[in-house]
T-cell receptor, first 110, second 113 residues
Framework: SQKIEQNSEALNIQEGKTATLTCNYT??????LQWYRQDPGRGPVFLLL?????KEKRKERLKVTFDTTLKQSLFHITASQPADSATYLC?????????FGGGTRLMVKP | DAGITQSPRHKVTETGTPVTLRCHQT?????MYWYRQDPGHGLRLIHY???????DKGEVSDGYSVSRSKTEDFLLTLESATSSQTSVYFC????????????FGSGTRLTVV
């Protein structure tokens, strides 16, 4: 069965740098991959969606890539700020259900 | 979150008692979902609904039942709560077109003692 894998270790970076988070899938190529942000005590918030036939998607300081050869999606935050500190979740959409990875916690230090 | 509310926000209950969590939406979305979130397991789908009285099981449905008698309400019931059901429960909604992100509620923290 499909698994969505994210690095469970926290990512610590300095303010102003680019944060890069990784999402790997184990089996078939998903039709869509989605990225969410989750703050402590809150529900996930949808950020970006990328389709299988799209290489890259951008939204303001956010960029998502989708590499079907590597079975991987990368999520980039440029010019990171302390306010970007949160847990970021990757999710595969199959039909009308989402399967989530475990999330990666990002800490941006001033 | 706008358009979706969960109640209660926090609940402590005793083992063996029934518990019902409520999810209410004002977006008129067809699809509604219940997830649980636990450390080390991430978000896991319990049940989902694709219309009034239309529901299906997710990955971790044992010990849970759901009902949807109106478009706006999706209820999750723990028939006889166990300590393993201590978790944070999230409801989510999705447009009928199957494209686009989910909107999540703020969650219900349930503790079974």
């Amino acid at each position: 069965s499909q698994k969505i894998e994210q690095n469970s270790e926290a990512l610590n970076i300095q303010e102003g740098k680019t944060a890069t988070l990784t999402c790997n899938y184990t089996n078939y190529s998903p039709a869509y991959l989605q990225w969410y942000r989750q703050d402590p005590g809150r529900g996930p918030v949808f950020l970006l969606l990328i389709r299988e036939n799209e290489k890259e998607k951008r939204k303001e300081r956010l960029k998502v890539t989708f590499d079907t050869t590597l079975k991987q999606s990368l999520f980039h935050i440029t010019a990171s700020q302390p306010a970007d500190s949160a847990t970021y979740l990757c999710a595969e959409r199959a039909g009308n259900m989402l399967t989530f990875g475990g999330g990666t916690r990002l800490m941006v230090k001033p | 979150d706008a358009g979706i509310t969960q109640s209660p926000r926090h609940k402590v209950t005793e083992t063996g008692t029934p518990v019902t969590l409520r999810c209410h939406q004002t977006e008129n979305h067809r699809y509604m979902y219940w997830y649980r979130q636990d450390p080390g397991h991430g978000l896991r789908l319990i049940h989902y609904s694709y219309g009034v009285k239309d529901t299906d099981k997710g990955e971790v449905s044992d010990g849970y039942s759901v009902s949807r008698s109106k478009t706006e309400d999706f209820l999750l019931t723990l028939e006889s709560a166990t300590s393993s059901q201590t978790s944070v429960y999230f409801c989510a909604i999705s447009p009928a077109d199957g494209i686009g992100g989910y909107t999540f509620g703020s969650g219900t923290r349930l503790t079974v003692v």
